[in-house]
């Protein structure tokens, strides 16, 4: 599409006057001193062909966007019986909430909450070390973006550990149920290091396009998954990407989306394009004000919503 790198310039030029609003997640210290005026988009189409603007091939902390991955490394291993350990409901509940928990024995809604996303990392670690299983998870997003070059940041994943209070206490209640199978420590390892992984706007849009393909790459041709099981991880990705904001995501965007703590936000357009935002103020349910505003911006101006 021809206008696209004109559409992505517009959205930026008319919502970056807002990129003060919202407020940046100050859980830890280097998060917390993210500037919040860093806004960027990209757009990457099934021809392989970016449009881009703005802070867009910056790094910054993906955080919850790396549920998605390890959703799909998880079901790569273990196929549907990931379903026996976790839900497929959105939870209507904030993102690090323990309130399901007790009356629904330790079982997760879905694998978009901490909760869930903890089991799924246990189901990564399976036969495996917290070394190896993290090393797999950087390079499964490494070939998905066909980019060697993503990292995780050190510093993000010591201070995740060292704050990560409410996880450890998550993790612990659903070991408490026998619902992991390896040690907490080994789980929140893996959990904390995935949070850390540092990505662009177009590194993400580009990790993200298997979902819009079919689940085939094709810019490389790699076969990630079938297209039944990326119709699956989209339906997921909308109905609970969003946490208590999910509805609302749908409503004014309409298409797939996860979002970070981290103020990004991957977003499936099926049959047209993957999309990166990053702004790092949140709204109140912790997901990007801007990023949010811009994918409405740009599903309505391409009428991109799956509805
Ligand atoms: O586990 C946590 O709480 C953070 N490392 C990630 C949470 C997150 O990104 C929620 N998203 N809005």
């Not at 806004?39 to 099934?46: E, P, R, S, T």
């Not at 976790?86 to 323990?98: D, H, K, L, T």
């Not at 662009?200 to 790699?222: D, E, M, V």
Request: hydrophobic residues 40%; charged residues 20%; aromatic residues 8%.
């Amino acid at each position: 599409m021809a206008d696209l790198q004109a559409l992505v310039e517009e959205i930026h030029h008319t919502l970056k006057p807002r990129t003060g609003e919202g407020k940046v997640a100050d859980y830890i210290p280097s998060l917390a001193r993210v500037d919040p005026n860093k806004f960027g988009i990209a757009v990457v189409d099934l021809d392989g062909n970016v449009y881009k603007t703005g802070d867009c091939d910056e790094a910054f902390s993906i955080q919850s966007v790396s549920k998605v991955f390890t959703l799909t490394l998880a079901l790569g291993k273990h196929g549907e019986t990931t379903w026996n350990r976790v839900g497929r409901e959105p939870s209507g509940s904030a993102f690090n909430s323990i309130v399901q928990l007790e009356h629904e024995h330790g079982k997760p809604r879905n694998p978009f909450i901490n909760a869930g996303a903890i089991v799924i990392s246990d189901s990564v670690l399976a036969g495996h070390t917290p070394r190896e299983a993290i090393g797999e998870i950087v390079r499964f997003v490494q070939y998905l973006a066909d980019d060697p070059t993503i990292a995780i940041d050190p510093e993000v994943a010591r201070s995740e550990a060292a704050t990560g209070f409410r996880n450890m206490a998550l993790a612990n209640f659903m070991k408490s149920y026998g619902k992991l199978q390896h040690p907490v420590d080994h789980v929140l390892g893996v959990y904390f290091h995935q949070c850390a992984l540092a990505m662009s706007c177009t590194q993400l849009a580009r990790a993200g396009l298997f979902l819009a393909a079919n689940g085939k790459n094709p810019i490389t041709g790699h076969r990630v998954v079938s297209s039944q099981r990326a119709r699956r991880i989209n339906a997921l990705m909308l109905t609970c990407g969003h946490y208590d904001g999910s509805g609302d995501f749908a409503y004014h965007v309409g298409l797939p989306g996860k979002s970070g703590v981290g103020g990004g936000i991957m977003a499936v357009a099926p049959g047209k394009a993957s999309v990166a935002v990053w702004s790092p103020g949140l709204n109140q349910n912790g997901n990007s004000l801007v990023g949010s505003l811009a994918l409405e911006m740009l599903a309505n101006k391409t009428g991109w919503s799956v509805f």
